[in-house]
């Protein structure tokens, strides 16, 4: 079973299933050998009758909240230079992880606290991990326990690796605890021309949250984006979206708003929807099946950025 940074252990094993673990990285377990000899050829000539029948585990009391993301941070850091980001974490957050994208693989991260101290990031405290295969999507992961609210910054900086003609960057977290938004879309299987309702709204230890701002980017099926403003009614901001052509949609609602005690929140939801032909047969799903797998890959690069060593301080 995979024990890197793609599955956690915890996912393999919270339904039973006959599993080992084994010292293979994820990505060579199609071609190992050892993983072949030892595990797969043995179930391959297991006979019939031969598996034991493992029960469902019983349903957990309370579901698992919603993954809250922070807005995607992107830009573009010259080569000598260096970009600040300012990243808002609200009163309540258990957990924050962060996650760096960076093609060239260069750029050196410093984090500065909502106290204003710069932190040192490791491995032991702050489960940092550095990913150097050029394949891999993610750059550089890390994570706090129990943050300090506030204004949190996160300084990007070139360094003698970064090209000549610099490097982009997108920085995003993921949270637990905290602000909680709710995104919904009126239609997810809308036909051409139909009018699509967008909606969210920000809670906060169960009270709903002032929004200041709301906005929708829209990424059509043939690549073109747009950005449109939301309606802002105290806690709820809602929209409409006109949809032109057929295909798969992409939504990214980003809201902020303020927190009882003046701390800046800011959050993203990730929606999308398939237009369909005016009057005609939905289209082929391989769209959807396409869009899962690289869901579920990215929400697995950040759900699974980094594991817990020992409980770090609050800065």
Do not use: C
Not at 293 to 303: E, F, K, P, R
């Amino acid at each position: 079973m995979p024990t890197d940074l793609a599955v956690s252990l915890e996912s393999v094993t919270a339904i039973p299933v006959q599993s080992r673990e084994m010292a293979v990285l994820h990505m060579d377990l199609n071609l190992s050998a050892q993983v072949y000899q030892e595990f797969v050829r043995p179930l391959l000539q297991t006979p019939f009758g031969g598996f034991t029948p493992e029960p469902d585990p019983p349903p957990a009391v309370e579901a698992g909240g919603r993954l809250q993301f922070s807005r995607v941070f992107t830009g573009h850091v010259d080569r000598g230079a260096s970009q600040v980001v300012t990243i808002p974490l609200d009163p309540g957050l258990t957990v924050a992880s962060f996650a760096l994208y960076d093609t060239t693989r260069s750029l050196s991260v410093t984090v500065t606290g909502a106290s204003g101290k710069t932190i040192g990031l490791s491995a032991e405290a702050n489960g940092l991990v550095v990913v150097d295969d050029p394949t891999m999507l993610l750059y550089l992961g890390y994570g706090f326990e129990n943050p300090k609210a506030g204004l949190w910054q996160v300084e990007l900086r070139s360094s003698e690796r970064t090209p000549a003609q610099g490097a982009d960057f997108a920085l995003a977290a993921r949270f637990a605890g905290g602000a909680e938004m709710v995104a919904s879309l009126s239609s997810l299987l809308p036909e051409i021309g139909d009018s699509i309702g967008l909606s969210a709204s920000l809670r906060l230890q169960g009270a709903d949250v002032s929004l200041s701002g709301a906005r929708a980017s829209v990424r059509a099926p043939d690549g073109q984006l747009q950005v449109l403003d939301l309606a802002i009614s105290g806690g709820q901001a809602q929209g409409e979206l006109q949809v032109t052509m057929p295909g798969l949609y992409g939504v990214d609602l980003i809201v902020a708003g303020t927190a009882p005690d003046g701390t800046p929140v800011e959050r993203t939801s990730f929606l999308a929807l398939e237009a369909q032909p005016k009057g005609g047969a939905p289209i082929a799903t391989a769209a959807w099946i396409g869009a899962s797998i690289g869901a579920v890959a990215l929400g697995g690069i950040l759900v699974a950025l980094v594991r817990r060593r020992r409980k770090p301080r609050a800065v």
